[in-house]
T-cell receptor, first 114, second 109 residues
Framework: DVKVTQSSRYLVKRTGEKVFLECVQDMDHENMFWYRQDPGLGLRLIYFSYDVKMKEKGDIPEGYSVSREKKERFSLILESASTNQTSMYLC?????????????FGPGTRLTVT | DQQVKQNSPSLSVQEGRISILNCDYTNSMFDYFLWYKKYPAEGPTFLISISSIKDKNEDGRFTVFLNKSAKHLSLHIVPSQPGDSAVYFCAAETDKLIFGTGTRLQVFP
């Protein structure tokens, strides 16, 4: 059964802290994605990766970075958390070119920055 | 610039009736469309998709219709069940997925 796990369901951090959100998939998928979900804005793509060590900016990469050292793991980093980064963060993965857009999502991490 | 729009933030339907969720898009280069369903405290799950070369795709109770000339996509759920109550996102593909803002469907007995 397809599984994408995220390290925390809820997280509370202070402004200025460095925050790490971890995502692991057990499906041997090439592609991994980070989104944030906000009311009235839907899901917006932050960063994605089509291969190990590879990363591409999505629509809203400012204030974020990512790391993909292993195929199964994709980390989202908030270099200096700000209150406008309070959101639900969703990780997803998909398989190869043919299945690029049928993505499997993790349960999400609700991050609150105070 | 919202390329994929879901203009109805919520929809309430009686159990057994048809639910129709709508989605409009602006980019005529989109060639693949998907619907995702999201329950609270869970990630979205893929529901159904359609290629731009088709105008209908059916999977059980779920049917997606595509009207390319109107740049309009709709999801029909027949018959609606209480377990269908969730947020539904449409998404369109270019080199990545672009999601709409979501429609919250509530199916009441």
């Amino acid at each position: 059964d397809v599984k994408v796990t995220q390290s925390s369901r809820y997280l509370v951090k202070r402004t200025g802290e460095k925050v790490f959100l971890e995502c692991v998939q057990d499906m041997d998928h090439e592609n991994m994605f980070w989104y944030r979900q906000d009311p009235g804005l839907g899901l917006r793509l932050i960063y994605f990766s089509y291969d190990v060590k590879m990363k591409e900016k999505g629509d809203i990469p400012e204030g974020y970075s990512v790391s993909r050292e292993k195929k199964e793991r994709f980390s989202l980093i908030l270099e200096s958390a700000s209150t406008n980064q309070t959101s639900m963060y969703l990780c997803a993965s998909s398989n190869g070119l043919a299945g690029l857009y049928e993505q499997y999502f993790g349960p999400g991490t609700r991050l609150t920055v105070t | 610039d919202q390329q994929v729009k879901q203009n109805s933030p919520s929809l309430s339907v009686q159990e057994g009736r048809i639910s129709i969720l709508n989605c409009d898009y602006t980019n005529s280069m989109f060639d693949y469309f998907l619907w995702y369903k999201k329950y609270p405290a869970e990630g979205p799950t893929f529901l159904i998709s359609i290629s731009s070369i088709k105008d209908k795709n059916e999977d059980g109770r779920f049917t997606v219709f595509l009207n390319k000339s109107a740049k309009h996509l709709s999801l029909h759920i027949v018959p609606s069940q209480p377990g269908d109550s969730a947020v539904y996102f449409c998404a369109a593909e270019t080199d990545k997925l672009i999601f709409g803002t979501g429609t919250r469907l509530q199916v009441f007995p």
